[in-house]
Structure formats: C-alpha cells, structure tokens
C-alpha cells in the first residue's frame, strides 16, 4: 500500500527558530494536507495543497506541493513554544473510495 | 460552526459493557469518518459514511458498529470490547466536492477498556 516517509521521529528546536519538515511518497498524490496535534486533542487541519508546486502560507506557516507530486514540506518561521505538537502529513489520491494515507508524525519540541 | 463535536471525552468500560460515542458537525458536510489513534501513531480509518451511506469500511471487527441518523450525526457502538481496542477514537467530516479532501477533527473520546 501507499507510504509516506516522515523523518526524523522527533525535532528539538530553539524558540524563535525556523524549522522545516518533509514528508515523502512512494506514490503520486493530488492532495497534500498538514495537520497538527496537541496531547489528547484531534488533529487540527494547517494547510491543504491541491496543485504541484503549489505554495500555500497561513501566518508563520508555509508548505509547498512538490512538483513531482510524491513530496511536500511544511515549515515553521519563528517558531513559539505553543509551536510544540506532533506535525502529520496527509496524502490523497482522489478517486472511488479515497482515503488519507497518514505519515508517521513528528514530535516538535521547542525550548524557550 | 466550524467544529466536530464529539462526546464523551473520556470513556471506561469493561469487557462487557454497551456504550456509544457521538459525533456532531454543523458545517453541511455530508461526509464523516471514524478513526481510531494509538499513542504517538498517526490516526487509523475505521469507517467512511458517504452522504449517510456506509462506502468503507477497513476490515473492522464487528463488536464495532456504525450509523449514521443523519447527515449531522455519527454514532460508534461498542460491545464487548477488548484490552486492545483501549484508544483515542476520532471523528472528522468532510465537505462534498472540489473540498471533499480537507477532513475536519473532533476532539477525540479517549477510551479505556478494563
């Protein structure tokens, strides 16, 4: 079945810091969303992506659509420690039955 | 109302209890699903409801029941339940159409099995 990559498991970063994450697939998607989770709370959608190259911002947060349409990335400027969460990517390839194909998730952790 | 609700928050149950979880969107969505999260794993598919219509279901053992009253509402029962299935059950929905990919989270209900 579809895999997608993220790595590394966990990031460190210090406040006020940039950071960049990656996730990458076996398969083409069409849609790319980037979610992020609090402890004991549901995924909070961030960003959705519908077209290669395509690159969406929402406040300090940027993600792109990768032209070859197995990889995206989401990166966080400035980063504040309420930027502290795991960070999952999404993938979809529409069609009859479709459904999100989740990568492994990262743990952000930021120092004040 | 942008918002998934789901209720209970917590659940504990033993082996041989009946309950149900709830779901609730106000935002036209005529998709939902159920997921089922592991701690620190991404979450699981359970079930898709479509236009209230059962279109996946991922192999889910039966003490696992589904419905969907209507297209606000989604129901989860749960009998005789297992140590394993002890998670955080998610619920998210859907629009229809060109948005039908962005899924929108519940809170979660965070399930103990005993």
């Known amino acids: 079945g579809q895999q997608l990559n993220q790595s590394p498991q966990s990031m460190f970063i210090q406040e006020g810091e940039d950071v960049s994450m990656n996730c990458t697939s076996s398969?083409?998607?069409?849609?790319w969303l980037w979610y992020k989770q609090d402890p004991g709370e549901g995924p909070v959608l961030l960003i959705a992506l519908y077209k290669a190259g395509e690159l969406t911002s929402n406040g300090r947060l940027t993600a792109q659509f990768g032209i070859t349409r197995k990889d995206s990335f989401l990166n966080i400027s400035a980063s504040i420690p309420s930027d502290v969460g795991i960070y999952f990517c999404a993938g979809l390839y529409t069609g009859a039955n479709s459904k999100l194909t989740f990568g492994k998730g990262i743990t952000l952790s930021v120092r004040p | 109302d942008t918002e998934v609700t789901q209720t209970p928050k917590h659940l504990v149950m033993g082996m041989t209890n009946k309950k149900s979880l709830k779901c609730e969107q106000h935002m036209g969505h005529r998709a939902m699903y159920w997921y089922k999260q592991k701690a620190k794993k991404p979450p699981e598919l359970m079930f898709v409801?479509?236009?209230?219509?059962?279109?996946i279901n991922e192999s889910v053992p039966s003490r696992f029941s589904p419905e969907c009253p209507n297209s606000s509402l989604l129901n989860l029962h749960l009998h005789a339940l297992q140590p394993e299935d002890s998670a955080l059950y998610l619920c998210a929905s859907s629009q229809q159409g060109i948005r039908y990919n962005e899924q929108f989270f519940g809170p979660g209900t965070r399930l103990t099995v005993l």
């Open positions: 398969s083409i998607f069409n849609t």
């Open positions: 409801y479509s236009y209230e219509k059962l279109s």
